[in-house]
């Protein structure tokens, strides 16, 4: 099975932190990438999909390099409530196919502390 | 509010018991839904593919017949664990994908917490 593999974490930061994390895929035939945020014993809620050009949504900037097969997250001044685990999320397409499978990353959590 | 409703939330059970999860799309049919498992401090796992009228596709080295999937409807889709065990303790969620204005969208339920004793 194709991996996709996140920065190992735990991050712990000071409130207005910026924080960074990255992800690496090892299928170059990924076509759909997203960051997902995870609470504990929660379901993934979407928080951005990630396009080649790049997009920001308030103080979150998600990017992708295609020819490094990397993807990162940076969140700028960071808040209490931004503590969860960050998920890369890559659209694994089955080869000839249309509809593909999400693969997960491990995560990475994020403590943001007063 | 949500628009994928799963049940129950959490379930504890003797080994040797069978557990059956429910997965609802509630404002809109789901032809397809996926079940995922996620051990602790692990990544979510694909384990099928629900697929509504028809057999479930399951992922390599989930076993079909312990993990049985019913997709009978357009909005319900279910998991059955059979003769759970201990191992079988995690956390599963179900996903369902709809078309919405801005394109394509995952929901996810709320998920479940199995604990097997």
């Known amino acids: 099975r194709k991996e996709v593999e996140q920065d190992p974490g735990p991050f712990n930061v000071p409130e207005g932190a910026t924080v960074a994390f990255n992800c690496t895929y090892s299928n170059s035939a990924s076509q759909s990438f997203f960051w997902y945020r995870q609470d504990c014993r929660k379901e993934p809620k979407l928080l951005m999909s990630v396009y080649s050009s790049g997009n920001e949504d308030g103080r979150f900037t998600a990017q992708l390099n295609r020819a490094s097969q990397y993807i990162s997250l940076l969140i700028r001044d960071s808040k209490l409530s931004d503590s969860a685990t960050y998920l890369c999320v890559v659209n694994e397409l089955n080869y000839g196919g249309s509809q593909g499978n999400l693969i997960f990353g491990k995560g990475t959590k994020l403590s943001v502390k007063p | 509010g949500a628009v994928v409703s799963q049940h129950p939330s959490w379930v504890i059970c003797k080994s040797g018991t069978s557990v059956k999860i429910e997965c609802r799309s509630l404002d809109f049919q789901a032809t397809t839904m996926f079940w995922y498992r996620q051990f602790p401090k692990q990544s979510l796992m694909l384990m099928a593919t629900?697929?509504?009228?028809?057999?479930?596709?399951?992922e390599q080295g989930v076993e079909k017949d312990k993990f049985l999937i019913n997709h009978a409807s357009l909005t319900l889709s279910t998991l059955t664990v059979t003769s759970a065990h201990p191992e079988d303790s995690s956390f599963y969620i179900c996903?369902?994908?709809?078309?919405?204005?801005?394109?394509?969208?995952?929901?996810f339920g709320s998920g479940t917490q199995l604990s097997v004793l």
């Open positions: 629900s697929n509504e009228g028809s057999k479930a596709t399951y």
């Open positions: 996903s369902a994908r709809d078309w919405r204005d801005d394109g394509e969208k995952l929901f």
